[in-house]
């Protein structure tokens, strides 16, 4: 009889365990939207949940993403990869209408990890749909260098992956080193030491502050209409050190008569040879035309800003860098 009222005990509570698993409770609803998702300009589905535009995980793998499942963790990992072939196409599925169900939502224990941080619904579970997992488009901004835009006007939301490397050149600014007066060039030099950084030598170098140069992989993210950020070429801007203006006139007077933008962000086509007479840019010993001088917009100090006419997209492959103003 015990045996009995066992079995009828085992069998009830594997009833009962089916009936939870067959019943689970559904958390939202996927609608339709009039909002459009956009992975470094390549559109992609998109749905609304609790008012946040979600996309299917899975589908990152067509735009350049490499998305793995760990089911000994329960964890699905989300890494970016520059150079992964993106075999996604223009083509969206045609919108249903707004505001319709497209799926039913429920909880799950499996985690998402964003280039290594913990995402999803709680920061503990994630939004299902029977096999995938939905992630909010604005969380994909935990890769370095990502940017979200959100065009209200076009309700459009943009995700852009951003390959960038940076140069900065470690200057000795000896404040109690004299200074030349009235200079009117300056040339300074990179080179690449064991430890994979740039060692500083030139001549007036001291008169550049916070000088940087920069690639970025795709300039549509920026807010500014200026040229210099809608090429994706090799930059490199400082700014005058101006405790010493009257020892700078000189070399500013040089620098504003070759600017290639003015004031009102025109071209100045006549100055692009001048540009480059004065200006003379080596890297790795080869000699790099400069396309564009101007002054990038700064509330506090004036930034000369330098585009030149070439793409690198590994800084590895940087040694040396020479630049000569005279």
């Given amino acids: 009889m015990k045996k009995m009222i066992c079995i009828l005990i085992l069998f009830c ?35 609304n949940v609790d008012n946040r535009t979600m996309i299917i995980a899975e589908d990152l793998v067509n735009y350049g993403f490499d998305v793995k499942y760990v089911e000994k963790e329960r964890c699905l990992y ?21 505001g319709d169900t497209a799926f039913d939502v429920y909880p799950t224990d499996i985690f998402i990890k964003i280039n290594g941080i913990t995402t999803g619904y709680q920061y503990g579970a994630s939004y299902n749909i ?36 940076r140069i900065v050149a470690n200057i000795d600014y000896d404040y109690k080193k004299e200074k030349t007066e009235n200079i009117s060039d ?21 008169y550049l502050i916070h000088f940087k140069m920069d690639w970025f992989g795709n300039t549509k993210v920026r807010d500014f209409e200026k040229s210099w950020f809608e090429n994706a070429k090799v930059t490199f801007d400082f700014c005058i050190d101006e405790c010493d203006m009257t020892k700078t006139e000189k070399l500013i007077q040089l620098l ?20 480059n007479e004065h200006i003379k840019v080596f890297i790795n010993g080869e000699k790099i035309a400069v396309s564009v001088v101007e002054l ?17 997209k590994n800084v590895e492959e940087i040694q040396t860098v020479t630049i000569e103003c005279k």
């Fill in 256 to 275: 504003n008569n070759i600017l290639t933008i003015n004031s009102e962000g025109n071209e100045v086509k006549q100055n692009i040879a001048s540009a």
């Fill in 186 to 206: 300056f040339k300074l030099q990179l080179t690449r030491n064991e430890q994979g950084k740039f060692d500083v030598t030139g001549e007036n170098e001291q």
């Fill in 296 to 312: 990038e917009p700064d509330f506090e100090r004036t930034i000369y800003h330098f585009e030149l006419d070439k793409v690198i």
């Fill in 13 to 47: 509570c594997f009833l009962l365990g089916e009936g939870i698993v067959c019943a689970a409770p559904i958390m939202e609803k996927a609608i339709y939207s009039d909002i459009t998702a956009y992975i470094n300009d390549i559109p992609i589905l998109s749905y």
């Fill in 130 to 165: 029977g096999g995938k997992m939905l992630v909010s488009i604005e969380e994909l901004d935990r890769f370095k260098n990502s940017y979200i835009i959100w065009n209200e006007e076009q309700r459009k939301i943009y995700f852009y992956a951003v390959p960038h490397w």
């Fill in 78 to 98: 989300i890494d970016y990869d520059e150079n992964k072939e993106v075999t996604a196409n223009n083509i969206q599925e045609q919108k249903k209408n707004i």
